[in-house]
């Protein structure tokens, strides 16, 4: 029943000189998104729309699922396109549409009709009225409600007219590849795949790291991470993910360093490591799935002790989130199921039972002094040994 769908963006409208290239960008996403759906599309803009057509028959549910993964739409309009054979002719294909669409008819509608065409022998006020006689003709358990209908008929003429009243939720945000690129610290819990589909939905383009450290964490730690990479990689598009090993480091720091203080100083080495590959990158900045308060490392004295060690920006999108807020979105991403896996990361291996929740960044410093030299190697030798794989 719907050949085409109308695919309205709300923010990008408001980009000045620069909405082409924003347009452009939603295009080519869209374009992207449908070429791996059953069908085949002519994805059109036209005056501040965007039109995705298909060219014979198609999946509808598997084409909607790839539409709503697309940033920067904010709905989804199934349309039906009529060729103009008259007012007459309208009326029935109106009728025919609510007949179609909804079952049940006992439903209040309003008719908002729109002339881009303005030759057409009504206006939209008149187009309104008499749609509106023809619905209540044909179905009169229907009633009019102007206010608050159920059904919002739209009827737009233009060369073809187009009917439509379903609106599907989109991923709203900005298209991607819009704003640059940001290395996302990916482990397998929960909120760091929710930070890193937070900045991608601004139209950021992610790399990701993640750090193991085998033996003590498995392959199917890892695997779990590649899985959630490609899952976030569903919205965000490819995501180059560099695969750290952090065995030595993280003995070495185990070795040497008070216990109290292993997670900050580990997390200190992260984040310079990270950030090695994300100026080689040419990412912007830096993304954490860190939450004040959550974890010891992530009271705001542990933030700012992590911080310390990166020039770039460290945005951490789910700063102000309660938990049950990151795991809402996370199931509706659909990363959840994967993050709450029993495969440990390499942090959890490592703990202190009693660590700092308040570290000094003098002291860590000092403690951080004494292993530097040696360190220096076994970073060296991270990075050097990194495993980096495209996840699509
Ligand atoms: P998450 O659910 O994202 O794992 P968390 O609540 O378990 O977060 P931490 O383990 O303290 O919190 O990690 C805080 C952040 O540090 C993570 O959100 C992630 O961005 C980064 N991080 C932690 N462990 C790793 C790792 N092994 N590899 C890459 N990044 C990591
Ligand atoms: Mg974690």
């Not at 014979?56 to 103009?84: H, R, S």
């Not at 003590?216 to 990479?229: G, N, P």
């Not at 030299?373 to 050097?384: F, G, P, R, S, T």
């Amino acid at each position: 029943m719907f050949k085409a769908f109308l695919l309205k963006y709300a923010e990008i409208g408001v980009k000045g000189k620069n909405r082409y290239k924003f347009e452009d960008a939603l295009v080519r996403q869209i374009e992207k998104a449908l070429s791996s759906v059953d069908g085949d599309f002519e994805v059109t803009k036209f005056t501040g729309r965007i039109y995705a057509t298909a060219k014979g028959d198609y999946d509808y549910e598997e084409t909607v699922d790839a539409l709503k993964k697309v940033f920067g739409i904010v709905a989804i309009c199934p349309l039906v396109q009529i060729e103009d054979n008259g007012f007459e002719d309208l009326s029935k294909q109106v009728v025919e549409y609510i007949d179609k669409t909804y079952k049940d008819k006992n439903k209040t509608f309003k008719v908002n009709a729109r002339r881009a065409r303005k030759n057409y022998p009504k206006s939209s006020p008149e187009i309104n009225e008499d749609l509106g006689e023809a619905i209540l003709g044909a179905f009169p358990e229907m009633k009019v409600d102007v206010h608050n209908p159920d059904i919002l008929l739209n009827v737009e003429i233009r060369e073809m007219i187009n009917i439509y009243s379903i609106s599907i939720k989109g991923a709203g945000g900005m298209p991607t590849g819009t704003a640059g690129k940001a290395m996302l610290l990916l482990s397998g819990g929960i909120d760091s795949p929710v930070a890193g589909y937070m900045v991608a939905r601004r139209g950021v383009v992610l790399e990701a790291t993640y750090f193991h450290a085998p033996p003590y964490t498995s392959e199917r730690a890892k695997q779990k991470v590649v899985d959630l990479a490609r899952e976030v990689a569903k919205y965000s598009g490819p995501i180059k993910l560099n695969i750290v090993n952090f065995t030595d480091p993280q003995l070495y720091i185990y070795e040497k360093c008070p216990h109290e203080e292993l997670t900050i100083i580990m997390r200190r080495y992260m984040m310079r490591i990270a950030e090695h590959f994300a100026k080689k990158s040419k990412c912007l900045a830096l993304i954490t799935g860190e939450s004040v308060g959550q974890v010891a490392s992530q009271t705001m004295e542990s933030l700012n002790a992590t911080n310390a060690v990166c020039d770039l920006p460290v945005y951490r999108p789910v700063i102000a989130f309660d938990k049950q807020d990151i795991i809402d979105i996370s199931e509706k991403i659909g990363t959840y199921e994967t993050s709450i896996q029993p495969y440990e990361d390499c942090c959890t291996i490592f703990v202190a039972k009693h660590p700092v929740t308040k570290p000094r960044l003098d002291i860590i410093e000092k403690s951080e002094q004494k292993i530097a030299q040696d360190m220096e190697e076994l970073v060296k030798k991270a990075i050097e040994t990194v495993e980096t794989i495209v996840v699509e």
